[in-house]
């Protein structure tokens, strides 16, 4: 796979660009983003043009619209959700003289933006020289708040380098900007091109107000903005500032003169609230006292308040790696990313592109539950909570869909932002069933890994239950006493409607050995659930009555019953061309063929990965590489890993630098829509899976780390029971480090070791096997070579 030429520098603990490029506006925009879980902000120029797409976000904020069927059947979802985009308070537009400032106009001497993962800013400067010779140099440093959920800032400074110069500065609110969301049924399409309703504004002294409604989905929104202006002492007086609010635009105008080397300052604060319960006037206050609250702070304490907030995520979730610097560049941009999509969402779940983008329309799909949560219970454990709880918040329309198909307990949605249902395609969502699974998966690794009993009894152990009590009413019994569950789509999706899928298969298997352990834990919580012993028992006979089907011809598990049988793809006659092939081929011969778009029988190996022997894994891996195409960005962490576990760790680079500069690349040429938030989590796992061999079960944590010859060293944290773990792995040897705490027994590949915090132990690392030859894959789609991916 080959992407764009990098246009970013190289920096350990930033990303910046220097210069305008056009062309790639909308790609920088999601590179550039910023967000706190609930508010997002693209990296759209301040003056809003030109741009490639717009977006101010708030999580949770959609409408929803009619979902239209050519035909329609029993079960299919009614409505469709998008998400959309709230007033937007990034805008401040600035006119030099009468001349408003355009990159695209003038002269632009200089232009550098860049992104800090340790301050948690977005960085402009920029010095113009307008069409009428007149020079300005304009700085702007752009936050969204993690110690303030509902608030984002913007410092704007505009120095006169000659003068005397009247500058005009406009600071906008502007509702309804249009996302590049087209649909062919004309309902929809106007539905989405302005979702918002105008209930009220209000302006004040610099302040100003906005509150919509959507038309659909009953959501109002408020969004509130105020600021803070200063200039020379001699130019106070004369600092005009005027502030007018209707409709869909608020706008704040600060008017001055400035002589040489004089400089204008406007802190711009931006409130976002929204609810479909509380009322106009209370929304308008919770937005417009966040905004006084944080003014009263002050521009230099919201600055603080970002990097401690920075700095205690880092100090367990910083990767540290001695190796190429865009290596270490990428690897932190993806933990950056992955924690300001997740600190503040509250109740809430991460969309597929975070806050970032528009794409996949907003929604969430299971790749967070079983790619980001493991991030988060690890490194951002109060994160991984909230999302889990918001599982558990909307567990009640789970259980109606289940209803709905005639199955017990709940059927969790495979794409949704409120919970419901929001697919119309069937076989690759409703029959999806492992998202239940993978839900349960994730509140089993949190409960161990975190140990809140709390949250097992408030919401963990009904997540597991409901899930669980899906399969036994979905699976069957043969006459020999296995257990099976037929018809459903796994994570490939270029699979669908298959018998005894192996990820599922496994997947469920654990969900109802789960259950049935934690309803044993709290059977009072489990009678009010009403949990009964006959059922505990049913689902611990489906668990050890699972089926996995295993092809002993080939010595390989198929990806579901048959699999292996089904003609291969003609993968020698696919052209470079013809990639992305759902793109170029219909979904039936892509379903009836042997062909694989992401990791499923070996995401398998590793989830489950205690089903499997050294051998299997290794013959699997082998098998799998031939047909897999990676049309997903879900598959190369997955590949990363299990080629690190059975000794390919030259391929396990390479899948490393394919995830990790996916989006810095766009390497999917979709990055404009939004980043990939599951693969970006994906790098760190690719790392503390891939090379340092860590496995989490039942039986508690296990490390087996080694490393590629291009990486010298390498460090990482997990947090267990709130103390963190640092392993620090080198080529010889590894050292565990416990920094506070009770003491932890982890396992060492096969030796128990106790640590005890301040107590560091090093143990060697045994030499590796005599590895099998490299795995081919398809004609045309083997990774890119890791020194050519990070060599920027």
Known sequence: MSGKLP?????????????????????????????????????????????????????????????????????????????????????????????????????????????????????????????????????????????????????????????????????????NEPLPITHDDPRVQELLSEPLEEVASAADRGAATLVHRTRKSGLTTAVAMDHRVSGPLRCAPSIETDVDATGDRARTTVRTFLDAGETLEIVKIVGHEFSSGLSDA??????????????????????????????????????????????????????????????????????????????????????????????????????????????????????????????????????????????????????????????????????RAAGDVDFEREAGLEILVETARLWTSLGRWDTHGGFHIDGVTGPDEYSAIANDNVFTNLAAQKNLRGAAAAARRHPDVASELEVADDEIAEWEAATDSMTVPFDDERGVHPQSAGFTDLERWDFASTAPEDYLLHDHFPYFDLYRKQVVKQADLVLALFFSHEAFTAEQKARAFDYYEAIAVRDSSLSAAAQAVIAAEVGHLDLALDYLAEVATLDLDDLHGNTDQGLHVAALAGVWTAITAGFGGMRDSDSGMRFCPRLPPEIDRLEFGVRIHGCILRVEVGQADVTYRLASGEPVTITHYDEQVKLGAGHPITRGIPPLRSPRPRPRQPRGRAPRPAPEAFSG
């Open 282 to 447: 209370a929304l308008r206050e919770r937005a417009e006292t966040a905004v006084g609250d944080a003014l009263r702070a002050g521009w230099e304490a919201l600055v603080a308040e970002q990097r401690a907030r920075l700095d205690d995520f880092w100090e367990c979730a910083d990767v540290r790696i001695e190796g190429p610097p865009r290596m270490q560049q990428a690897v932190r941009f993806a933990l950056f990313q992955v924690f300001q999509a997740s600190d503040r969402m509250e109740l809430r779940s991460v969309p597929g592109k975070g806050l970032t983008g528009s794409g996949y329309e907003g929604h969430t799909f299971w790749d967070f539950e079983a790619f980001v949560l493991p991030v988060l219970t690890s490194t951002l454990p109060h994160a991984a909570e909230q999302a889990l709880r918001w599982r558990h918040s909307v567990l009640d329309r789970a259980r109606d869909r289940a209803a709905q198909l005639h199955l017990k307990g709940a059927a969790l949605p495979w794409r949704t932002i409120d919970g419901r249902e929001s697919s119309g395609y069937w076989p690759a969502s409703t029959a999806a069933f492992h998202i239940n699974a993978d839900v349960a998966g994730a509140v089993l690794h949190h409960m």
């Open 7 to 175: 246009r970013f520098d190289i920096d350990e603990w930033s990303i910046g660009a220097d210069g305008i490029d056009l062309e790639s506006l909308a790609h920088e925009e999601s590179v550039f983003g910023l967000s706190n879980g609930h508010v997002g902000w693209r990296g759209n120029l301040g003056e809003g043009d030109p741009r490639g797409v717009a977006g101010s976000y708030l999580n949770g904020l959609f409408e929803e619209h009619p979902m239209p069927y050519a035909e329609e059947g029993y079960g299919y979802p009614e409505c469709g959700q998008s998400v959309i985009n709230a007033a937007n308070g990034q805008l401040i537009r600035l006119t030099v003289g009468d001349e408003p400032f355009d990159v695209r106009r003038g002269a632009l001497s200089s232009h550098i933006r860049r992104l800090d993962f340790r301050a948690g800013t977005l960085e402009r400067e920029a010095e113009w020289t307008s069409p009428t010779g007149r020079r300005v140099r304009i700085r702007s440093t752009r936050m969204v708040s993690f110690a303030h959920r509902s608030v984002a800032a913007v410092q704007y400074r505009v120095q006169a380098l000659d003068g005397p110069t009247e500058v005009t500065v406009v600071s906008d609110l502007l509702a």
